[in-house]
């Protein structure tokens, strides 16, 4: 009898796409309304801030550029707050509770949030924010039918990078990588913090920035390392363009990696 129950809490503890699929169905029933108001409002106060936009504009100086520079705004403030909601059930010892005794491993919440607050933003954000834009554009472009560059198109923005070499190599990684990190990080502050985890983990990030940029002044300013100069001006490694870009593209992967680790223990500690 021992052996058997044993192996059933063994079974339990492994990864389970039913309970996972089951945990977004309960979280999905309990949040319906909330997600319905939220994408909603959302639609609505993009509707509202396009139209001011291009009302500013006169209608005629407006085109796919501004699209993209308002949707980079929004992507990135909206996904920093979103992504820093996560783990809700962390922020009262009593939520903490109920969360930690759900029929759910700690990978399974940890990929149903990953899923929920990072992968599925990713996704929906841009498209819903394609449907809008062009909606309005679509009906400013009926009413004022001088503003013909109504129309928004993500494809064009991305030739527009892809001309610039932002996707060639590893600058591809790069740009991945700077973009995943400011979700990440928020999201591993989600974890880790119970109050205010945003502006904690704001706050954490410019320490350990100012830390390292103190680090370097006083190690630049000590080996007096400004008086040396390579005859073929080589920093350490780094000969070329490229070398950088593949550098810093590995290294914030592995930044990356290291906040998703420090969210997942964080989770198991909690759970311990």
Not at 216 to 243: C, E, W
């Amino acid at each position: 009898m021992e052996k058997k129950s044993d192996k059933r809490m063994q079974t339990n503890q492994l990864f389970s796409f039913q309970r996972l699929m089951l945990l977004g169905k309960q979280s999905f029933i309990i949040n319906k309304k909330l997600i319905g108001i939220s994408l909603a409002g959302f639609a609505g106060v993009l509707f509202m801030l396009l139209l001011l936009f291009q009302s500013k504009s006169n209608f005629s100086n407006w085109g796919n550029k501004e699209y993209m520079i308002t949707f980079t705004f929004l992507f990135f403030t909206l996904g920093v707050i979103y992504s820093s909601l996560s783990f809700p059930a962390f922020r009262s010892k009593e939520k903490s509770i109920t969360y930690l005794l759900l029929p759910a491993t700690a990978s399974e919440k940890f990929t149903f949030e990953i899923l929920t607050r990072i992968v599925v933003f990713l996704l929906l954000m841009p498209l819903l924010y394609w449907v809008v834009a062009n909606l309005a554009g679509a009906i400013v472009n009926y009413y004022v039918p001088q503003f013909t560059t109504y129309q928004f198109s993500f494809n064009q923005a991305f030739s527009a990078m892809a001309d610039q070499g932002m996707f060639k190599g590893w600058a591809k990684l790069l740009f991945a990588q700077g973009v995943l990190f400011v979700f990440i990080a928020s999201f591993a502050g989600a974890s880790h913090f119970s109050k205010s985890p945003l502006l904690k983990t704001m706050f954490t990030i410019s320490l350990i920035v100012a830390g390292y940029a103190l680090f370097t002044y006083l190690l630049v300013k000590g080996l007096n390392l400004q008086a040396y100069h390579p005859a073929n001006d080589r920093i350490v490694f780094v000969d070329s363009k490229n070398d950088a870009i593949a550098f810093f593209a590995i290294l914030s992967t592995l930044i990356n990696l290291c906040l998703l680790a420090i969210a997942w223990f964080c989770l198991k500690e909690k759970e311990a």
